[in-house]
């Protein structure tokens, strides 16, 4: 119909293998939308892909992850559901495709590639360089068999064929900066009836920020440079709000030309849905959405929209400012007013310490509050199953015990509150949440030659600490020493490691009972306090990347 079909990476909040759907476009860049297998676990890639001549099919290449373009044949009909797992066909039936949710995901032992239909029930494919002609009921046929020295691929009938209908672009080079229009008609379709009428104040839109260099290096995941805890690969940036009217409907504009998602929020900023996945507008083009999460195979409802009628509205940008989000910068100063006079020291309340020091790889709060006080999407190797929990309020905020207790004020045992944020502190901290826990706000790199571009940790450090143990502490704790996860760069001595075994009289928390470290002039306190010192040193000179004064080593490239 003179669209482009094609296949596409992202990693809006997902897991890193089962990235690789089919999208449609226009040949102008409008009309971006997902056309089969956003949320499929098997297989992990539909990849060159071609519309079936006369039938509403598409035939492909089902494949791995990584690797080369090979596997088996599958035929698509999207009729069936654009997430459907059973609109796949295997037309190559001895082939496992594997299920990428089971380990499978960089691994479909399959010869085939190149299909390219020739009519409504045949098809042309290369398989180790012989050329196969083959059709819908199973029947297989060599055409063109491997030479001696060489192999065929890429088939394609050199005849005469329809020409595709030409679709008339929408924008023009004039209009390069041009924002996009969008109209959401009802954003309760497909959040109903989880979500109820009246819920949803605003959307939020979101530019999933581009990465112009790496590391060689990873960390969490496949992050490099790392950006969070092994939740989102990308640095987030807030373009803005825009309101939701009564009945569900929105109008609004949108940058061109870089990838946006958009949030369903409530009235304390919460997101109570999110895509998990881009769309591009391009310059000046107006596009509809029907609801949020609605089946795509459904026609829309027929009411007017409000917004229809009223001007089209410009987003409003959060308070922090248009910038990308930064934790140290737009979350901790919320945590330095409100919670460190309690959660901090040696002995935090309830053992949560939310202050800023840094830590190997982020500071002590993100790293306390990553670890059971929120709820965040995780995107590393083996959790690609979550790709299927997409209800409302299954992620964020709305699931996430940090905002219960930002929003009712951390009630005391009687009901009144401890602390009193204002809306826009709340909002920082159920938006940092929302977009799926981001550290960093930048991929540059102070120390690109650092494990995800990030991580210090002082030299020596393991080695000490398990001499300390099998010394001293290996009678209690068989085990090993015990650990929160993480470990202090700055304001070192409040190292669990030091705090815990020190006795109480020299400022420590004596955690065994007795003190293990009857000083701080104990020598293994302080040869393990002297192992910071190098490491303090190096900070004063060229500071991380969310530490005042960073600066980028932009002078060393070798890590594009």
């Known amino acids: 119909d003179g669209r482009i079909l094609f296949s596409r990476w992202e990693y809006v909040d997902r897991p890193a293998i089962p990235i690789q759907s089919l999208w449609t476009m226009n040949p102008d860049g409008t009309g971006m939308a997902v056309f089969y297998g956003n949320r499929v676990l098997s297989p992990a890639s539909f990849l060159e892909a071609r519309a079936v001549p006369n039938r509403p099919y598409v035939i492909c290449t089902m494949t791995a992850h990584n690797g080369p373009i090979r596997g088996a044949i599958g035929l698509i009909d999207r009729a069936r559901g654009v997430n459907a797992q059973e609109a796949i066909r295997n037309l190559t039936p001895w082939i496992d495709i594997g299920r990428v949710d089971q380990g499978d995901g960089n691994f479909v032992k399959g010869p085939f590639e190149n299909p390219y239909p020739i009519n409504e029930n045949r098809f042309l494919v290369s398989a180790k360089g012989n050329i196969y002609v083959g059709d819908f009921e199973g029947r297989w046929a060599v055409v063109l068999p491997r030479g001696k020295s060489l192999g065929y691929y890429c088939p394609q009938p050199l005849r005469p064929r329809p020409r595709p209908p030409a679709i008339l672009p929408q924008s023009s080079p004039e209009s390069a900066d041009r924002p996009a229009t969008v109209y959401l008609s009802d954003v309760y379709w497909g959040l109903e009836p989880q979500v109820g009428r009246g819920e949803v104040t605003h959307i939020a839109v979101i530019e999933e920020v581009a990465k112009p260099l790496r590391t060689e290096v990873m960390g969490f995941g496949f992050q490099r440079p790392v950006i969070s805890c092994g939740a989102t690969y990308a640095v987030k940036r807030v373009l803005g709000y825009v309101p939701v009217a009564p009945d569900g409907s929105a109008a609004f504009q949108v940058p061109p030309n870089i990838p946006v998602y958009f949030e369903a929020l409530d009235a304390h900023g919460q997101a109570l849905q999110r895509m998990r996945s881009f769309v591009s507008f391009a310059p000046g083009e107006v596009r ?35 910038v990308p989000f930064d934790y140290s910068k737009i979350v901790q100063p919320v945590l330095d007013r409100h919670c460190v006079r309690c959660h901090s020291g040696v002995t935090p309340a309830g053992g949560v310490d939310l202050s800023g020091a840094k830590t190997e790889w982020f500071n002590v709060s993100y790293d306390v509050l990553t670890r059971g006080y929120v709820s965040w999407i995780d995107t590393r190797n083996g959790r690609e199953a979550n790709i299927l929990q997409i209800a409302p309020r299954t992620w964020g905020s709305p699931a996430s015990k940090l905002a219960a207790l930002i929003i009712t004020g951390h009630p005391d045992a009687t009901g009144r509150p401890r602390v009193r944020l204002d809306d826009p502190e709340k909002r920082r901290i159920l938006t940092w949440i929302d977009l799926n826990v981001p550290y960093y706000g930048t991929y540059e790199m102070a120390y690109p030659q650092a494990e995800g ?48 075994p020190l006795a109480k009289g020299a400022g420590g928390r004596e955690s065994c009972g007795q003190p293990i470290f009857a000083s701080k002039e104990d020598p293994d306190y302080q040869m393990l306090l002297r192992l910071f010192e190098p490491l303090k040193k190096m900070l004063q000179e060229r500071p991380r990347m969310d530490m005042p004064g960073a600066k980028p080593a932009t002078a060393d490239r070798s890590c594009l």
């Open 453 to 500: 571009g990030r991580r210090l940790r002082p030299e020596g450090l393991d080695e000490l600490l398990r001499d300390v143990w099998q010394r001293r502490c290996s009678s209690c704790h068989a085990g090993g020493l015990p650990s929160c996860g993480f470990v202090r760069i700055t304001e070192p001595e409040l190292n669990d490691f030091l705090v815990a």
């Open 288 to 322: 509809g959405c029907i609801g949020c999460h609605e089946p795509r195979n459904f026609a829309p409802k027929t009411h007017h929209p409000s917004t229809v009628t009223r001007p089209i509205q410009p987003l409003s940008p959060p308070e922090w400012g248009d």
